[in-house]
Every structure is written in structure tokens, then in C-alpha cells.
């Protein structure tokens, strides 16, 4: 008996590794930010024309993520996360195919449209192959795992540029990466459930917004995307700007930025289980003002790095803690509230565009970080929404 409950433990061992492994994969949809500085010195382009690439990585959010939850519910998780990785693979192949604007475009289309089927089906995956209990741990184990690529990405293109002559060979160490991770899990068996659960339509869907609170967390979490993919464009920016810096130099600006966004993550998963959502949350929202308040009148590097870390380390846990309140708010639609919330993802792609608008009007970066400003103050004026749901969860106990 005993070496049977072994023997199982391997089994399950060997089918969690290769889908935990996957969100590393979608930790890529990140490595927009080094890649859009490149492109802007490559091609000789403006803050508005360079960030317009982070609209093509993060528009597919607000027109896939429904459609991917139907495709879902009729091939399955697992073949919906294996096509994720192939559609990524596609993309990290152009840019050594093909390097121009229009090719470039094209591939972070394809990574974005991969990252949104990933985004939507591998929780729910992990999800199938572990406990109730053990849910939440193993989730958040995955979000870790996916801010190890996002702190990579920066890392990776500027040694990449400086050992090997060319920043795109991140695209080759991303795309080997993908291949293994595919073929691991393509050949581990794993028996999925049937949920029977209707899918979610775009009317299903918009129709929560008709709910307050629910409006309020949408664009909430498109405020929060905006912050974390804005300030992963634009901290680069600010270090070149401010101190002379290359921009091989200024891109480890983001590494900071991640690596302190994932020890804040991890850091969460403890804090949470001792304070409440709500109180975690404010202090989040309070550090991410301080960094961009930080941030307009900082000059010098030790200062610059301040602020972005202090945004890094807010920025941890504001998406799930505003997650997990939209599923609370109404647990009955929780299909048509996890659609919604992917959408919101969208912010990605809206936010940078804004900002780069702001900087090419200001003259200077400012105007990026004016943006990002109002940003962090609407997630300011949710702390009361927050408050409420959360007495309203407690006298529901």
C-alpha cells in the first residue's frame, strides 16, 4: 500500500511539473518591454509609434479571451494550452526570419494571441490536477514561475546584444525553452475532467458591467495591467533620459522591476494568509503612489531604481487580490466574471499607447509617467469598493 501511495505521488508529480513549467511561457507576453526599446532604436522610432507594439501583444485579450473559453470547452485545456505554445513558437521564429516593423508587429501578434489562450486555460488546468485545498498554492506557485521569465526577458536581451551582437537571440533561448516545455507536455497523459459548465458569451460577459462594483474592478484591473506593462516600457526610457545612460545599461531597469515584482508575489502568498485583502491592498496601492510620485522628480540612478522598485513590489499582488474579489462579488457568474477580468488584461495595450502619446507631447518622459499617475490614483479611489466587499464577505460567514 505503501509503495502504491508512492508510485502515485511520483504520477502526480510527473503531470503537475510540465504544466507548472508552462507558465513560464506565459511569463513572455512581458518581454515586450525590453523588445519595444530595441525596436525603437532599431527603427528610429517615437514613444507613440514604439509602444503601439504593446498594443499588438495585448489587444488579443479583449478579442480572444471569450472565444478561447468556448474553443476550450470543446478541445479540452491541455490541447488549448499545447496550441498556445505552438502559436507562441510561430511568433519568437519571425524576427530571425524577417526584421522590420510589419514582421515585428506580426510576431508580437502571435505571442499575444498565444499568451491569451495560455492565459485562459492553464489555470483552470492546474487547477484539474490538484486538490481544492491545494489550489490556491500551486496558482500562486505558477504566478512565480511566470514573473521568473518576465525578470529574465530584460536580462537576457541586453546579454544577448552584448556577448552574442544581437538583442533578438532572447527569441531563440524563449523559443528553445517553448519546444521542451511543449514536447514534455504533449507526451504527459492527464485525464480531464468534464465540467459541463456553459460557456461564456460576449453578451454573457458584457452584461456584468451593468453591476457597479463589477465595472469598477474591470477597470481596475485595466489600470493595474497598464501600470506593470507601462512601467516595464518606460523605466528604460527614464534611465536614458535622465542618466545618460545606453540603453543596454537602462534595460536592467526592468530586470529590477521584475525581480522585485516576484519576490513580491511569493512574498504575498505568506502576508495574505496573516492580514486581509483589503489592508494588503492599500498598502500595495500606497507603494506603486510613492514610486510614481517618486519618479517625476527622481534624477539620480540609485533614486530612479527606488521608484521603480517600490512599483514593482506594489504592483505584486494587486491583479489577484481585485481577481478574487470580482469571483466574490457574484460566484454564481463566475464564468462570465473570469472572462471579463482576462479582458481587462487589454490594459496592456491601451495604457502604453496613452503613454507614449503624453511623452511625445510633453518633450520628455514625464508625460509617461503622468499617465501612470492616473493610473495608481483610480486604484486609489477603489480602497472603499475593496473595504465594502470585504465586510460585506465577512457578515456573509
Do not use: H
Not at 480531464?192 to 477597470?219: N, P, Y
Not at 540612478?301 to 494587486?318: E, H, T, W
Amino acid at each position: 500500500m505503501a509503495s502504491f501511495t508512492v508510485m502515485e505521488k511520483n504520477r502526480q508529480i510527473s503531470r503537475i511539473l510540465p504544466v507548472l513549467l508552462a507558465f513560464f511561457i506565459m511569463g513572455y507576453c512581458d518581454l515586450v518591454g525590453i523588445a519595444t526599446n530595441y525596436l525603437k532604436q532599431d527603427f528610429s522610432l517615437g514613444d507613440t509609434a514604439a509602444n503601439a507594439f504593446s498594443v499588438m501583444m495585448f489587444l488579443w485579450f479583449l478579442v480572444l479571451s471569450v472565444p478561447t473559453g468556448i474553443m476550450m470547452n470543446r478541445i479540452g485545456r491541455k490541447k488549448t494550452v499545447l496550441l498556445s505554445m505552438v502559436v507562441t513558437l510561430l511568433g519568437l521564429v519571425i524576427p530571425f526570419v524577417s526584421y522590420s516593423v510589419v514582421s515585428m508587429i506580426l510576431a508580437f501578434s502571435l505571442i499575444g494571441i498565444g499568451n491569451t489562450f495560455i492565459q485562459v486555460s492553464l489555470n483552470p488546468l492546474v487547477a484539474s490536477l490538484v486538490s481544492p485545498q491545494k489550489q490556491p498554492s500551486f496558482l500562486t506557485l505558477g504566478q512565480f514561475i511566470k514573473a521568473i521569465a518576465s525578470f529574465l526577458a530584460p536580462i537576457l536581451a541586453v546579454q544577448a546584444a552584448l556577448r552574442l551582437g544581437d538583442w533578438k537571440f532572447l527569441f531563440v533561448i524563449f523559443a528553445v525553452i517553448d519546444i521542451a516545455v511543449l514536447a514534455w507536455l504533449a507526451v504527459t497523459e492527464i485525464k480531464e475532467q468534464e465540467t459541463g459548465d456553459k460557456a461564456s458569451s460576449f453578451s454573457d460577459c458584457f452584461r456584468m458591467l451593468g453591476m457597479g462594483s463589477i465595472l469598477m474592478l474591470f477597470i481596475g484591473i485595466v489600470m493595474n495591467v497598464g501600470i506593470d506593462v507601462g512601467i516595464n516600457i518606460t523605466a528604460p526610457k527614464i534611465l536614458q533620459e535622465r542618466a545618460a545612460m545606453t540603453l543596454d545599461q537602462a534595460g536592467y531597469a526592468t530586470s529590477l522591476y521584475f525581480l522585485v515584482r516576484t519576490f513580491g508575489c511569493l512574498a504575498g502568498t505568506f502576508i495574505l494568509s496573516r492580514i486581509s485583502a483589503s489592508r494588503f491592498f492599500i498598502i500595495s496601492a500606497l507603494l506603486i503612489f510613492v514610486g510614481v510620485v517618486g519618479l517625476l522628480f527622481a534624477s539620480s540612478v540609485a533614486a530612479l531604481y527606488v521608484c521603480v522598485g517600490l512599483i514593482g513590489a506594489g504592483n505584486s499582488n494587486i491583479f489577484p487580490i481585485i481577481f478574487a474579489k470580482a469571483l466574490n462579488t457574484a460566484p454564481e457568474k463566475d464564468n462570465e466574471i473570469s472572462g471579463l477580468m482576462i479582458m481587462g488584461v487589454s490594459g496592456g495595450a491601451l495604457v502604453p499607447v496613452i503613454m507614449g502619446a503624453a511623452s511625445d507631447a510633453a518633450g520628455n518622459q514625464n508625460g509617461a509617467v503622468l499617465v501612470l499617475a492616473v493610473c495608481i490614483v483610480y486604484l486609489l479611489a477603489l480602497i472603499p469598493l475593496m473595504l465594502k466587499l470585504e465586510k460585506k464577505a465577512n457578515n456573509q460567514l
